[in-house]
């Protein structure tokens, strides 16, 4: 079946894409569909590997989650701790992993990453610990510049996930970013990856579909 206008710009800005987070040094794959994002992150883990992941919707919706603990491979889930105390060492666990996977709440055309985060642990992990971090978004997520995908962050990710877990913040009620300090805040921590260092350490697989928020 042929492609539409639709899809081939959006292969062609993917692959783009992709040339620009290679020239930071980052490696980067670009898949047209979900089933083969999935295919490709599990080629990139060897199994018997240690896995753990962030709370990312894009990452479960695409079955990836259930994939890695189905699989041969030595799983970190949280969502499986039975009580709290176990819950935090499976969030320090997972620093020590061989392999972390998240998503990116932005991504900028030039090929820089950007995150926002509430308590820390994701920007953590992706910055140090984990020997290898997979990042996989949907072509959604992509914006003009970093500026742009950090609004992106903060105005559009943000909000529907608060959405989702219904904390007391003004994005909750209004669906619009207040610029908050609130407790419930999850736009605590802001990190901007403008390079990968050591080069391949972090491997982003982009899906030329929508994906998480």
Same mark, same amino acid.
């Given at each position: ?16 894409? +992709? ?16 089933? !083969? ?9 060897? !199994?018997? &590997? ?5 709370? &990312? ?28 105390? !176990? ?8 620093? &020590?992993?061989?392999?972390?996977? %998240? ?10 990453? +950007? ?7 994701? +920007? ?8 290898? +971090? ?34 007391? %913040? ?29 080069? @391949? ?8 579909? !929508?994906? @998480?928020?």
């Amino acid at each position: 079946m042929s492609k539409t206008p639709k899809e081939l710009f959006q292969e062609k800005r993917g692959i783009t894409v +992709v040339k620009n987070l290679e020239s930071r040094h980052f490696e980067a794959y670009y898949c047209t569909t979900r089933e !083969e994002a999935l295919q490709k992150v599990l080629e990139l883990i060897p !199994e018997e &590997s240690s896995v753990s992941w962030g709370g &990312s919707m894009t990452i479960r919706d695409m079955g990836l989650t259930d994939a890695l603990n189905r699989g041969n491979y030595r799983t970190i889930d949280r969502d499986k701790a039975a009580n709290e105390e !176990e819950k935090k060492k499976a969030y320090r666990d997972a620093m &020590s992993a061989e392999y972390y996977l %998240t998503s990116a709440n932005g991504i900028s055309e030039d090929g820089q990453l +950007v995150n926002v985060d509430g308590t820390g642990n994701r +920007v953590a992990a992706v910055v140090y610990g984990p020997e290898y +971090v997979i990042v996989v978004a949907g072509m959604n997520k992509v914006a003009k510049t970093a500026d742009d995908a950090l609004v992106r962050a903060r105005t559009i990710a943000a909000p529907t996930n608060q959405q989702r877990f219904q904390r007391k %913040t003004p994005c909750t009620v209004t669906g619009v970013c207040g610029d908050c300090i609130s407790p419930d805040c999850i736009c605590n921590q802001v990190l901007i990856t403008r390079n990968c260092s050591p080069a @391949g350490r972090i491997k982003v697989v982009l899906v030329g579909e !929508e994906l @998480g928020y």
